[in-house]
């Protein structure tokens, strides 16, 4: 059968599936075993029927060429883009910090000892000469008490010889002398005793923290009984007055920032009150500084470049210790054609994007001016309203 065609199934007329005689064969006497035999062979020939039928509609139906295929391929939808826009582009970076003060102070003890005494709390204002805190002296204000009273008597013995000098002149050269001799020992005891009290005076005060100047204490790293080990911070003493809002920062950022810039400062401890600022100094310590305070502090301290920024206008009320967050914009350009900063793309060192037009993509060279956060400046080559593929 050729290829193409269907099967053709022919069924069986319907006489030929009757099991009995035509109404024109002749007249044959019926036979039991024959009867019996005719119905066992129509039976057969209608299972032959049903299955010559029911065979037809399983077997496979013939090939069929391409040529009779229709095949429909839905359109293609066209790649996601971005319009080529009009406006500004800024760089700018991120900065969060607290507000510090720039006259600070780390107090210790040049000496170790056990706490004897600490008279301050956190946030507790002090005033200059203040004594904060104390070590175990053994004794020592004891002696500095009676070194106090030896120079007080040498005084008076000097006094006294003087008053006597003065109320029985000597009558020869002999009592002359003694009574310069005298007056020579009172002077050489004081001498001495003024040295013996400088020095247990200088050894108290190794045993005591004092307040440098007035401000207000924070940062207290000890307690009552605890073994103070010579030249680490006890506490720290600031002045709330000179106030400053301080922020660590990498070195990349450090490179970018110079004095002057804008800063939109938020302050987070007033409502997030919004106010201008500019950077009004940076730190970048040297390789050198660096490496002398990570060996003195076996490199649990690593000093980061810092930047300080100074608020604009009027003065304002702020705590020590309140974080802000500030927005530095390195560059900006207005009014230009800009696109986002993923799309531009490079090839042998030319910037380019793909723009769609009419359907099709065509790779467009660009020249690219202030790349900002999101988006970068278009100098050339674009034209407002132009279909850029996104990649």
């Keep these: 059968m050729a290829h193409g065609r269907s099967r053709e199934c022919r069924w ?23 009867g019996a035999r005719r119905a066992v062979l129509g039976g057969a020939v209608l299972l032959l029927a049903m299955l010559a039928a029911g ?7 013939e090939p069929v060429s391409l040529g009779q295929l229709s095949l429909k391929i839905p359109p293609q939808p066209p790649p996601p883009t971005i319009t080529v826009q009009r406006g500004a582009v800024a760089s700018s ?21 056990r706490l004897a005494t600490l008279s301050v709390h956190d946030g507790e204002m002090v005033k200059k000469g203040q004594v904060l805190a104390t070590l175990d002296s053994g004794g020592l204000i004891y002696q500095v008490q009676a070194a106090q009273y030896a120079v007080q008597q040498d005084k008076m013995n000097i006094q006294s010889v003087q008053l006597q000098d003065q109320s029985a002149p000597p009558t020869d050269a002999a009592q002359a002398q003694q009574q310069s001799l005298a007056l020579a020992r009172a002077d050489l005891a004081l001498h001495h005793d003024e040295q013996n009290l400088a020095t247990l005076v200088a050894s108290y005060d190794q045993n005591q923290i004092v307040a440098p100047f007035s401000g207000q204490i924070s940062q207290i790293a000890n307690s009552l009984g605890d073994q103070i080990i010579a030249f680490q911070p006890v506490m720290t003493l600031s002045d709330p007055y000179s106030q400053a809002l301080i922020a660590d920062i990498g070195n990349t950022t450090a490179s970018e920032l110079h004095k002057g810039q804008a800063v939109e400062v938020t302050l987070n401890g007033v409502s997030g009150q919004r106010v201008s600022g500019h950077v009004a100094s940076l730190y970048v310590p040297s390789q050198a500084a660096v490496l002398q305070v990570e060996q ?12 300080t920024v100074a608020l604009n206008g009027p003065r304002h009320t702020l705590t020590l210790g309140e974080p802000f967050s500030g927005l530095i914009v390195l560059g900006q350009a207005r009014n230009v054609l800009y696109v986002p900063s993923d799309v531009v793309r ?16 065509t790779q467009v060279q660009v020249t690219t001016g202030l790349q900002g956060n999101s988006t970068t400046a278009v100098l050339s080559g674009l034209t407002a309203g132009e279909q850029i593929v996104q990649p």
Excluded: W
């Design 12 to 34: 069986p007329r319907r006489e030929a599936m009757t099991a009995g005689p035509r109404p024109d064969d002749p007249p044959q006497a019926l036979h039991p075993v024959g």
């Design 346 to 361: 490079q090839l042998n060192g030319q910037d380019y994007v793909e723009v769609l037009k009419k359907g099709v993509v």
């Design 93 to 113: 970076i991120q900065i969060a910090g607290q507000v510090n003060s720039t006259h600070v102070a780390q107090l210790y003890f040049p000496i170790s000892g």
């Design 296 to 307: 003195s502090t076996n490199g649990n301290v690593v000093p980061t470049p810092t930047v």
């Design 55 to 61: 065979g037809c509609g399983l077997l496979p139906s």
